[in-house]
């Protein structure tokens, strides 16, 4: 997909809870050997989905360095919206000062909804329905005790305010690419606690389908290769599944390493690809492409690929980034986990 | 009786088919089977499956997928037999050729379980135990098997290492098998540091879960072009329980099913060329092969550490990669082994192929050993 003009990213936060429960303490409690991550970030008592996501939306503005008044959409993808009825984007728009001119929605596509709320932001700025949109891709991820997700599912996020050229740009859009199919490999019905999951239907039909088949239709639309890209960064559930899809696509390690932050923070769900995007904006010089590509259960993949323009890093560096979140950390152990989400009551 | 061949063989590559359903894997397995037989002429269908009315809440094969393939109107019908079903299907298949009702059979395997959870696997699974005595205790088919891995190595003296050993070999012929889900090697070292699926039994000692599908096609046999033919076929059950076990190192359906078999076609284990054994685990394959008297008993561990079970060694086994390497989808396992060993026989084995192999065996259990059925083919 092209846009009328140019779109670009004018700004972008991040947000990691300080908590960490190491997978090892996970197979302490449950038993089993391996683990799928080192560790992953943890809510403490008093943070969720909307508190994750003002926090990434106050650093972008804030990066952005643009009045909160002109951002005329706001929309939060996640999985885990602390109510069923009531938008978590309308009280991150008037924490940021957004109101009341403005769109506001949550998303739900499962680990793509945050990208999938970049895809309409693009659009309105595109189309000049509002100068500048703001997506957030946040959860607070849940996995059944015991679960094969237990060990990896976590808390964060990541917000990015779009914007249109001659408006300064910290990354303009070449192009986006949207992969979606009915395939049913996790789900989480109404009321229900946990999600579940096809085991490994979630990977070769699932995850890595959907991933090749965007990546390889935007690279196909744009003309691109793996190899005129910098960096990539995609979907990472666990640490194994984005590093065999970067090589089935034919990226090196050397690519992905900036953004591949799931073996530190757990799997944020529709937090995973923005973060990864934001560690990898961090690091990045102008000039340098970035292959972006989500994956969402359900299923999809959105894919996107930018050009870091001028901004010189440290323009970007005034606001926390990702491996400045990674490094503040506090453990918690498995019992203290399990009361920060919800896991035992009183 | 009249004598009766494998005149076409169909095998669909054991794996993880997320694109195809029971119906997409039998008819390809059919359909092959019917082409490498060069005939369109079926007049029974015999479909042997075993996980369908759990994992797809499907019953009803046999209309179903005669109709899969354009043959509504022939007999069809389905047969279960746990993971034996295949053996069980192919003897009955053969009985409606040698009898003279049929003239054209097909015999096809088929089982669909990668889209089942893992519990609904291991619950289909445990459903060939008595669910009032056995299965409701919640013990896995390998729990069971570990039972009497235990009791073999305390009387025996066997070492792990050489139990794992059948796993090292079954991997080690798949190598260039082009059907087999896993056709790689597998170091001795790598078995061992595996998790404990049932402690002592490592994960790698066990066969996985796969798709597939399997199909031969039985004809009267008069000639060689006729095919492979059937030299004999039984079907043996044993004690259901552990309890009523003679001993916990041995299964009596074994050894009564290749004893009969062996009488049927006039041979000794001494003139087997190519042997399929069920290494469902590394235990079942080691004591099968003591049972059918290719190794004395308490010794098969050692036989196969030695080597005798290669391609090119005394009693070359499981060539295609067996349970363990080339999968083991339930219903359709026992026709896998059949056809391979029919490939042997032709000399269609590719880069599989033992030499000069003119009389072959394939051995399917069961629940823990509670049914046996043996094959025995002879290339003409």
């Avoid at chain 2, 993971?83 to 009898?99: L, R, Y």
């Avoid at chain 2, 003279?100 to 379980?113: D, I, N």
């Avoid at chain 2, 073999?152 to 290492?161: D, L, N, R, S, V």
Wanted: include cysteine.
């Amino acid at each position: 997909m092209k846009t009328s003009g140019t779109v670009g990213i004018v700004g972008y936060g991040a947000y990691i809870p300080m908590n960490r429960l190491k997978a090892e303490e996970v197979n302490r409690v449950w038993g089993g050997s391996g683990t799928p991550i080192e560790e992953k970030s943890v809510i403490s008592i008093d943070e969720d989905t909307v508190t994750i996501s003002v926090e990434c939306a106050r650093y972008a503005v804030k990066r952005a360095g643009i009045d909160p008044g002109e951002i005329g959409a706001v929309y939060v993808g996640t999985e885990s919206k602390p109510y069923a009825v009531k938008p978590c984007g309308t009280i991150v728009a008037e924490a940021i000062g957004a109101t009341p001119r403005v769109t506001a929605a949550d998303y739900e596509f499962a680990c793509k909804a945050g990208t999938e709320a970049f895809q309409t932001c693009i659009g309105l700025v595109s189309s000049g329905m509002v100068r500048y949109a703001m997506a957030i891709g946040a959860d607070t991820a849940q996995g059944r005790p015991a679960d094969a997700l237990e060990y990896t599912t976590a808390c964060g996020g990541a917000a990015f305010i779009f914007g249109k050229k001659p408006d300064r740009t910290i990354a303009d859009l070449e192009g986006s690419y949207s992969y979606v199919t009915d395939t049913p490999d996790f789900w989480r019905r109404g009321l229900e606690m946990y999600p579940r999951h096809g085991n490994r239907f979630t990977g070769e039909p699932a995850y890595f389908s959907h991933i090749i088949g965007a990546a390889k239709g935007l690279m196909g639309e744009l003309g691109t290769e793996p190899k005129d890209y910098r960096y990539a960064v995609f979907h990472q559930p666990n640490t194994k599944f984005p590093i065999n899809v970067a090589k089935m696509l034919g990226f090196g390690m050397d690519a992905i390493k900036p953004g591949l932050i799931v073996p530190y923070v757990g799997n944020t769900y529709a937090g995973s690809t923005p973060l990864g995007l934001a560690a990898t904006l961090d690091i990045s010089a102008p000039g340098d492409r970035i292959l972006v590509v989500s994956y969402g259960s359900g299923a999809g993949s959105d894919a996107f690929s930018f050009v870091v323009q001028e901004a010189a890093p440290g323009e970007r560096g005034s606001d926390p980034s990702v491996s400045k979140f990674i490094a503040r950390k506090c453990y918690v152990d498995y019992s203290v986990y399990s009361k920060l989400r919800g896991k035992i009551h009183r | 009786m009249r004598r009766v061949a494998i005149a076409g063989v169909g095998l669909t590559k054991v794996g993880e088919h997320w694109s195809m359903g029971l119906k997409d894997l039998f008819a390809e397995a059919a359909l092959k089977a019917l082409d490498d037989a060069g005939t369109d002429d079926v007049d029974a269908l015999y479909v042997s499956n075993m996980c369908a009315s759990t994992l797809q809440g499907q019953l009803h094969l046999g209309a179903m997928m005669a109709d899969a393939i354009g043959k509504s109107g022939i007999t069809a019908l389905n047969i279960e037999a746990a993971a034996a079903s295949g053996g069980v299907t192919f003897h009955e298949g053969v009985k409606a050729i040698a009898s003279g009702l049929s003239k054209s059979v097909l015999v096809v395997g088929v089982e669909k379980m990668s889209d089942g959870l893992p519990e609904s696997v291991l619950a289909t699974q445990s459903m060939s135990e008595d669910q009032e005595y056995t299965a409701y205790t919640g013990v896995t088919n390998v729990g069971l098997s570990a039972l009497m891995y235990r009791q073999y190595t305390e009387k025996f003296g066997a070492k792990a290492e050489d139990i794992a050993m059948f796993a090292v070999r079954s991997h080690e012929n798949a190598e260039g098998s082009p059907h087999a889900q896993y056709p790689f090697k597998l170091s001795i070292d790598r078995i061992m540091a595996s998790p404990m699926e049932a402690d002592p039994i490592h994960m790698l000692e066990c066969a996985g879960i796969g798709d597939g599908g399997a199909a031969v096609l039985l004809r009267p046999a008069k000639r060689a072009s006729d095919g492979v033919e059937v030299a004999a076929t039984s079907v043996a059950t044993g004690a259901y329980y552990l309890s009523g076990m003679r001993d916990l190192v041995s299964f009596d359906a074994v050894r009564l099913a290749s004893e009969r078999a062996y009488k049927a076609a006039g041979i000794s284990p001494r003139d087997v060329d190519v042997l399929e054994v069920h290494d469902e685990t590394t235990i079942a394959g080691v004591i099968s092969l003591e049972d059918m008297g290719f190794a004395e008993k308490g010794r098969g561990a050692a036989y196969v550490a030695k080597g005798n079970t290669t391609r090119g060694g005394e009693t070359p086994t499981n060539t295609f990669g067996g349970l363990k390497a080339r999968g083991h989808p339930l219903g359709a396992t026992g026709l896998y082994q059949i056809g391979e060993v029919a490939l042997q026989l032709l000399g269609e084995a590719g880069a599989c192929q033992v030499q000069d192999a003119e009389v072959g065996l394939a051995q399917s259990l069961g629940g823990l050993g509670s049914t046996c059925a043996v094959t025995v083919l002879r290339r003409f």
